[in-house]
């Protein structure tokens, strides 16, 4: 589905469907960029800067899910990720990105099959494994066996491990989940 939104540019930043991401909106184009969003149904998308000022064409987009703003003029707002999209063309660079995008639909059909259950169960376990190794405490560890009826287990799981930027940007933009699924287990085994 074609879609017109504003695009944020910020560096090794993913926003991946499922996930959230929290931001403090301080500058002023970006200030703008945000009454923007407001009026245009809170929706968002982030996307990774490359060299030279260029932007990944493929990123995550998402919903405006709070927004506080404060008195002089800055605003926290946290960020629902909402599916894939990729860059069609530019309507306007300044004072911030607007573009024309291709959303991904988002398929669901794949997480309720056995083949996929199994690998998600086996990634909730390698995921409580890392965190346990990185000292999170029980109770968040814990949290993480509630992915295996979230609608996008590999990517959330994906948005928390410390792994290259590279390998992330990978993951969102694999298109089979099941070759998705995969290459974070990989990643997962190595960590």
Known sequence: MRSTIAIFPLPNIILFPGAFLPLHIFEPRYRLML?????????????????????????????????????????????????????????????????????????????????????????????????????VEDIYVNEIDKLSTHPFPVEFITSVINCEFSRKQEILTTENPYHKAIKLLKILQEI
């Open 35 to 135: 009454d923007y969003c407001i009026e245009s149904d809170y929706e968002l998308a982030i996307t990774s800067l490359k060299a030279q000022s260029r932007i990944e064409t493929t990123f995550g987009w998402g919903k405006i899910i709070r927004h506080e703003p404060l008195s002089d003029g800055r605003a926290n707002i946290l960020l629902e990720g909402m599916g894939i999209a990729t860059l069609i063309s530019y309507k306007s660079t300044e004072p911030f990105i607007i573009a024309e995008i291709e959303k991904i639909e988002n398929d669901y059909s794949h997480i309720q099959t056995e083949e996929f259950k199994e690998l998600t169960s086996e990634l909730i376990e390698l995921t409580k494994d890392y965190l346990k190794k990185l000292n």
